[in-house]
């Protein structure tokens, strides 16, 4: 039977009471092995528990507790999974990881396809290391939102394009998905000449009879590095291919609206900024689902600013009066909008000195240009020279989210003494942004 270090136990909770101590092992709840994390929350909703722990010293304790449904045991675990990760098995013609140089650090090369993760911590899952046993435990749990990684209902093609005949069987699983009422998303990443065009419309076609359980949709342009020897050939979209995707997805956004009341399928920010068409308002963004994707993620920048710059010349009467200089970088991606939005701020700070630098990124080749894939190469090697101000404002995405380092391994402490100035991370939020520009004692 499968057992769970305990790494720590909260202080006056359930399990401190009992005298559970770290370095002690959960063996069993209710007489039932527990596979992950997922069970043990499920198992503990119980009023009633029969706890078996395994003590340090090899001694087994069965211990009786009555609870409150909402009551926790207090329990910290080692692995917040408390079982490995699955990894991915597809050979996704438009893989990403499969793009990057050698010599990164490992991590960066792990395919995660765990759909545990997906409810934990977000990601999107391809579904093709799922099994009956797996589906039926999403909905004896209730686990939801979902997200999925679907790419084409055309079951032969999505095989072709993951490069696993297992691929097939999404539609079946969104179908046992959708009739038990979990709330799920999607995601497309879209490749020229492959699930585009005909084959696109006939996914949407497919994917809008799941709504709105189904929530809402993402499509994504493939992201091709020049690190693709011996890879699937893939072609970049030109702006005459976004603007008949923006026309595509508006056409289904109508069709959503009619029968559902939310516009269910959404362009990631990439095709409007290519084709040169101005974000829809942020009503179309039905609450912005999937930010994660791109998706609204300068629409909702542009409006948090505007509330920002609003607040503040309503709570103080008149525009900032300091004087400061400073400066930020961004992908070429988002060059063009982040000036829009330093104009928006310098409504509220007239006085402000805030340079933007664009930085191309040489490590992933001319065809990256988001902001969050930027290396800390890369921005060194443009920055030298520049006049940066002060303070050097520096976007979260760039960093890795649990470090202060870049994807090529740089640290923020490295970055800061090549440069020779302060660098202040700033989340992704107007308001932050705002408050940055200004200094947050103001």
């Not at 596979?35 to 001694?59: A, N, P, R, T």
């Not at 998706?295 to 909702?300: F, K, P, Q, Y």
Request: hydrophobic share 35%; glycine share 6%.
């Amino acid at each position: 039977m499968k057992k769970h270090l305990i790494e720590n136990v909260v202080e006056n909770s359930i399990g401190y009471e009992l005298e559970i101590e770290p370095g002690d092992k959960l063996v069993s709840i209710n007489n039932k092995e527990i596979q992950d994390i997922f069970d043990y929350h499920y198992l503990c909703e119980d009023e009633y528990l029969e706890i078996l722990i395994e003590k340090s010293d090899g001694e087994e304790w069965l211990l009786e507790v009555e609870k409150d449904e909402d009551d926790e045991l207090g329990l910290v675990f080692g692995d917040s999974l408390m079982d490995k990760y699955k990894s991915c098995h597809n050979k996704c013609v438009f893989c990403f990881i499969d793009q990057n140089p050698s010599g990164m650090r490992d991590t960066i090369y792990f395919k995660d396809d765990d759909t545990r993760l997906s409810f934990l911590q977000g990601n999107y899952v391809t579904f093709t290391n799922l099994q009956e046993k797996d589906i039926d435990r999403i909905i004896e749990y209730k686990l939801a939102p979902i997200n999925i990684s679907i790419h084409t209902t055309n079951e032969e093609l999505r095989c072709k394009m993951l490069n696993n005949r297992f691929a097939g069987k999404v539609n079946y699983f969104i179908k046992r998905l959708y009739d038990a009422g979990i709330p799920m998303n999607a995601q497309i990443v879209l490749c020229k000449g492959l699930n585009d065009g005909e084959e696109l419309e006939r996914t949407l076609t497919d994917l809008l009879q799941y709504a709105p359980v189904m929530q809402s949709l993402s499509i994504v342009p493939v992201g091709l590095t020049k690190y693709r020897e011996n890879l699937y050939p893939l072609e970049s979209f030109t702006k005459e291919d976004s603007i008949q995707l923006i026309k595509t997805v508006e056409k289904y956004q109508g069709l959503a609206l009619d029968k559902y009341g939310i516009h269910f399928v959404h362009a990631s920010d990439e095709w409007y900024i290519n084709a040169g068409i101005d974000f829809p308002n942020e009503d179309n963004y039905d609450g912005y689902i999937q930010l994660e994707n791109g998706v609204g993620m300068t629409r909702l920048l542009y409006e948090e600013v505007k509330d920002a710059v609003n607040y503040y010349l309503e709570e103080n009467g008149s525009a900032y009066e300091g004087v400061r200089k400073l400066s930020t970088i961004t992908g070429l991606l988002a060059y063009e909008n982040m000036l829009h939005i330093r104009n928006m701020i310098l409504k509220a700070a007239p006085n402000i000195d805030f340079n933007i630098y664009p930085i191309k990124n040489y490590f992933f080749g001319d065809k990256i240009t988001v902001t969050g894939l930027l290396t800390g190469k890369d921005i060194i090697n443009q920055l030298k020279g520049k006049d940066l101000g002060d303070v050097l404002l520096l976007p979260c995405q760039t960093l890795k989210s649990d470090e202060d380092i870049f994807l090529d391994d740089v640290t923020l402490e490295e970055l800061q003494n090549a440069l020779q100035v302060k660098v202040v991370v700033v989340q992704s939020s107007g308001m932050d942004l705002f408050d940055k520009i200004i200094g947050t004692e103001n």
